[in-house]
């Protein structure tokens, strides 16, 4: 086997001509053998590095499959008012079922620059998907069916309608002064516990599961809300199952007076239900 010529030689030495002129030969780089004397080749002739015939190629890139957009996002792409790319309807590869690509709109009137009404559209089934694996989950075509991604954007959508209901109740504080308070932008911070998420867990209590920060529009002034969701056990006919705490970011004056109102407004009817059972 040792003198036996590969399939990819006899290929080579019908492609590479066996002789040649004398100016062809005068440009082949110093040292080169001749291109004819196959011999010198099979002994192992080393031909100088910068000739190109013999340079080697490097390996194509292997495209990679991602449940994205085929164009390439920098980070002046993402959307800030979200903090996501663009929205990807595409089947991710290898999903093993279709999804439903179609939206509900919210009941969050978005903030706009001109003074159009718009509400916030919820993601499809097929959107949130593509945004779990981005961020790292994987499933076994055993560990989920399609009736679970439908009972989970359902899930999804109600934790976002109880959140705006709560912090509609903080901003009745301020009724006089806006009385259509609108959702700007928000951003998840899952695993930036806030100063209140890690006392209460030094306290014992357990770490809220997800965190989002809602900047609220409230007629042209941000106002920063955090948002605790923690694990409230069995989901309800409603699809309810999160316990949030929300409250106004301590990062004003006027935002610490708020929740100094709220506390004492909180003690003084927990005071008076308490006189209430004790009279009774």
């Known amino acids: 086997m040792g003198n036996t010529v590969s399939a990819a030689e006899k290929v080579a030495s019908n492609i590479v001509p066996s002789t040649l002129t004398k100016g062809e030969e005068a440009a082949l780089p110093k040292g080169h053998p001749p291109i004819g004397d196959r011999s010198a080749a099979m002994a192992g002739g080393n031909p100088p590095p910068e000739c190109p015939m013999h ?122 002064e806006c009385g259509n308070p609108r959702l700007k932008s928000f951003g998840g911070k899952a695993t930036d516990y806030s100063p209140r998420a890690k006392i209460r867990n030094m306290m014992g209590y357990e770490l809220p599961f997800d965190r989002h920060d809602w900047i609220i529009d409230r007629c042209g002034k941000d106002v920063r809300y955090i948002i605790d969701y923690y694990d409230g056990g069995m989901v309800d006919e409603k699809y309810k199952f999160a316990l949030l705490d929300v409250r106004p970011a301590m990062d004003s004056v006027e935002n610490v007076w708020d929740r100094m109102k709220v506390a004492y407004m909180r003690w003084k009817f927990e005071l008076e239900d308490k006189l209430k059972e004790l009279t009774n």
């Open 55 to 176: 340079q080697k190629q490097q390996p194509k890139e292997q495209p990679v499959l991602v449940s994205e957009c085929p164009v390439k996002h920098d980070g002046a792409e993402v959307n800030p008012l979200n903090m996501m790319p663009p929205a990807n309807q595409n089947p991710a590869p290898g999903q093993p079922f279709p999804l439903p690509t179609d939206r509900q709109v919210s009941s969050i009137p978005k903030a706009t620059t001109d003074g159009k009404q718009e509400f916030w559209v919820y993601p499809s089934q097929q959107m949130f998907w593509n945004a779990m694996l981005r961020k790292g989950w994987r499933w076994e075509k055993d560990d989920i069916a399609p009736k679970d991604m439908d009972d989970i954007i359902k899930i999804h959508n109600a934790n976002n309608e109880q959140a705006w209901q709560e912090v509609l109740k903080w901003e009745a504080l301020h009724a006089r």
